[in-house]
C-alpha cells in the first residue's frame, strides 16, 4: 500500500520487516526496484538476483537483473546473460498470452538490449495494438524505441507514459530514458504521481 501511494520509505521499511520474517521473491523485488529508482544499482542487483534465485521461472526477476547489471560500469555482458534468460522464459509466456500487453512489452526491451531490433519493434507493436495497460507499455516502449536509437518515438512514448500518469521517478530511474526525460519531467516535483 505504501509503495501505490509512493510513500518510498514506507514502503521500503516494510519490505525489510517482511524479509526478516520469511524472504519471498516478491518482497525482494520491489525492494529491489526501489533500490533501482534510487540508482543503487549494486544492491537492486542482489536483491533481483535472490528474487531470481527464488523463482528462477519468472522472467520478470532476469529482466530486472538485467536492467540493474546494465545500470552498472561494466556489466553489459553480465546483463546481456539476464537478458537472453529473460528471453528464454517469457518467449513460451507470450505464446500462450499474446493478450499480455505488458509481457510483450517487456520482452521487446529484453530483445532490443540484445540487439534483435525486429522483433522489438514485432513485439512492441503488438503491444501496443492491444491498448491496454497504456502507461507501462508507454513507459517499456520508450525504453525500448530508445534503446534502438529512435529518440523521436522514445520521446512521443515517453509523453504517452507520463501522460498516463506512470510516476516520474520510475522514468528517471532509467539510465536509458534520463536523458530523454529531462525536457518531458520539467516541471514535475519528484515523486509527484497523477491519481
Known amino acids: 500500500m505504501y509503495l501505490a501511494a509512493g ?28 533500490q533501482y529508482e534510487a540508482g ?8 533481483y538476483r535472490q528474487a531470481a534465485e527464488l523463482k528462477p521461472e519468472d522472467y520478470r526477476n532476469w529482466g530486472n537483473l538485467g536492467d540493474a547489471l546494465a ?6 555482458d553480465a546483463a546481456r546473460a539476464m537478458y537472453r534468460r529473460a528471453v528464454e ?32 519493434r ?15 507499455v508507454s513507459l517499456w516502449a520508450a525504453q525500448t524505441l530508445a534503446r534502438l536509437g529512435d529518440a523521436e518515438q522514445a ?17 528517471r530511474a532509467s539510465p536509458v530514458l534520463r536523458a530523454l526525460a529531462g525536457a518531458a519531467l520539467a516541471g514535475a516535483p519528484p515523486g509527484s504521481r497523477r491519481h
Open 122 to 136: 514485432e513485439l512492441l507493436a503488438r503491444a501496443e495494438a492491444l491498448g491496454t495497460e497504456r502507461g507501462e
Open 7 to 34: 510513500r518510498r520509505g514506507e514502503a521500503g521499511e516494510a519490505f525489510r520487516r517482511a524479509l526478516r520474517i520469511a524472504p519471498s521473491y516478491g518482497v525482494l523485488g520491489n525492494l529491489g526496484t526501489l
Open 89 to 120: 522464459l517469457a518467449q513460451p509466456y507470450v505464446d500462450i498470452r499474446s493478450d499480455d500487453a505488458q509481457a510483450l512489452a517487456s520482452s521487446a526491451w529484453y530483445r532490443a538490449n540484445l540487439g534483435e531490433a525486429d522483433a522489438a
Open 71 to 76: 545500470a552498472q560500469d561494466g556489466g553489459g
Open 40 to 47: 543503487h544499482y549494486v544492491e537492486a542487483a542482489r536483491l
Open 155 to 171: 520521446r512521443t512514448r515517453l509523453e504517452a507514459a507520463r501522460r498516463e500518469g506512470v510516476d516520474p521517478d520510475r522514468i
